[in-house]
């Protein structure tokens, strides 16, 4: 747990990055819990371990006058969690639907969840939700 959090956030689904959600995914809403509930820390689990890899952004399709159309991006919509000082895991287990160097890509701040010892303490945090 970082040090103002009172929050933990499990993330399990990953978004499919449909044009109707545009610039919000659940990282998006996340970042402005954080900022204003004093605090959130993240869990990635499942096919939202793949929000943990540094990759190249993903480029915007263009719409049908060729404006390029927003779409949600977690992994940016992370960052600024990261930068703003959520702390972020990941499960090691999840990963491997990735590659098998995904644990090696992984975005820097993002801690990798290996065994129990590692995991946040669920007990530490006043609220835990799921997504």
Do not use: K, N
């Amino acid at each position: 747990m970082t040090a103002a959090s009172a929050t933990l956030l499990v993330v399990e689904r990953a978004h499919r990055g449909a044009v109707e959600t545009q610039f919000s995914d659940e990282l998006y809403f996340a970042h402005a819990l954080h900022r204003q509930c004093g605090g959130l820390d993240v869990l990635l689990r499942g096919p939202a371990a793949g929000y943990a890899l540094d990759t190249d952004p993903v480029p915007a399709p263009t719409g049908v006058q060729g404006a390029a159309l927003p779409l949600a991006d977690p992994r940016r919509s992370l960052r600024t969690l990261l930068a703003d000082g959520a702390g972020v895991w990941v499960e090691r287990a999840d990963l491997a639907a990735f590659g098998a160097g995904a644990p090696t890509r992984l975005m820097p701040g993002v801690r990798m969840v290996t065994g129990e010892d590692e995991a946040p303490d669920w007990s530490a945090y006043d609220r835990i939700w799921f997504f």
